[in-house]
């Protein structure tokens, strides 16, 4: 089974290509939804969450409150490091789990979208790792269009490493200012480097 890394930073196109490794039969894993997925009542990450950032970043429903959360994490590394502690071991084990049942099933390749992928060390798991990159000009306009705002935009930026680091480390980039026939041409680039790869 291949196993592909992909990164990059907010808006900059990560979903759309683990549609197209979708698209050709690849178990396309988000990391992003597994934290959503952390977080929902009941969950032991949750409760945790709670007894590290106290219960008013929970709201009447018993549901994470992630705009408060957000605020605090964002403006504070300390916290921000505490919350990764709770979160990132528990992510990793879910998309290491969910890459070893579909290589039982005899899927073909996996894709695991991790914004921090370089962050946290996880490149070593992957065949290739793709970073999908575009300008921030872009970025910006693309994300603003989604409703964030220019403040939560710089603090996503403030809490992760700089794409153009993110861009040297990765075996394989993928530049995503034009149009998606384009993108898809360079990762047919980046899939027949690692289909051809022994």
């Known amino acids: 089974m291949k196993r592909i890394g992909l990164t ?12 197209w490794f979708r698209h050709r039969g690849f178990l396309v894993v988000e990391t992003d939804h597994i934290a959503r997925d952390l977080v929902e009542p009941g969950q032991p990450a949750l409760a945790e969450i709670r007894g590290a950032f106290g219960p008013e970043i929970i709201d009447g429903a018993g549901r994470l409150r992630r705009d408060a959360l957000a605020r605090i994490v964002f403006e504070d590394e300390p ?3 505490r919350l990764e502690a709770i979160l990132h071991p528990r992510i990793r084990q879910n998309w290491i789990g969910q890459i070893e049942q579909a290589r ?5 390749g996996a894709v695991v979208d991790i914004p921090l ?3 946290t060390g996880a490149q070593s798991q992957f065949d290739l790792t793709i970073c999908i990159a575009c300008s921030e000009a872009l970025q910006q306009s693309r994300l603003m269009a989604r409703g964030w705002s220019l403040e939560e935009i710089q603090r996503r930026r403030a809490a992760q490493w700089p794409i153009e680091t993110k861009m040297n480390l990765a ?7 034009a149009s998606i026939e384009v993108l898809a041409a360079q990762l047919e680039r980046a899939f027949s480097i690692l289909t051809s790869s022994p």
Do not use: Y
């Open 104 to 108: 039982r099933q005899g899927i073909p």
């Open 8 to 19: 990059g930073g907010p808006g900059m196109g990560k979903s759309t290509a683990g549609d």
């Open 117 to 119: 992928l370089f962050e």
């Open 79 to 81: 916290a921000r490091r």
């Open 171 to 177: 075996a394989c980039v993928v530049w995503n200012n």
